[in-house]
């Protein structure tokens, strides 16, 4: 099991830049694939990007492909968004998952996750 808490949402103007850190707990971090998803009032969960177990993969959402980018470091248990040129349409609750390395299932979608966050706010205005 892993616990996992969301850090490094805010309020930035558009075409700024946001960094959000999600750590985990545990000391099998390095056993899971993790995602990053995004809700909008209003909205359902929407995939973001993903990483695999050992940062040799990444995955992303064709709305923020060429503007963020996910990266982990098993060391640090945590795994990172790095958010540039963002874009009103880019706010939401933002929260990152965790899903085994060998998981079956689309790594886009929601269901397949086991483990989620409380999520941060990211709040971008025009």
């Known amino acids: 099991q892993v616990q996992l808490v969301e850090s490094g949402g805010g309020l930035v103007q558009a075409g700024g830049s946001l960094r959000l850190s999600c750590a985990a707990s545990?000391?099998?971090?390095?056993?899971?694939?993790m995602g990053w998803f995004r809700q909008a009032p209003g909205k359902e969960r929407e995939f973001v990007a993903a990483?695999?177990?050992?940062?040799?993969?990444?995955y992303y959402g064709d709305s923020v492909k060429g503007r963020f980018t996910v990266s982990r470091d098993n060391a640090e248990n945590t795994v990172y968004l790095q958010m540039i040129s963002l874009k009103p349409e880019d706010t939401a609750v933002y929260y990152c998952?965790?899903?085994?390395?060998?998981?079956?299932?689309?790594?886009?979608?929601?269901?397949?996750?086991?483990?989620w966050g409380q999520g941060t706010q990211v709040t971008v205005s025009s």
């Open positions: 990483v695999n177990w050992n940062g040799d993969s990444t």
């Open positions: 998952a965790a899903r085994g390395r060998y998981s079956s299932g689309s790594r886009y979608e929601v269901g397949r996750y086991a483990y």
């Open positions: 545990g000391r099998t971090f390095s056993t899971y694939d």
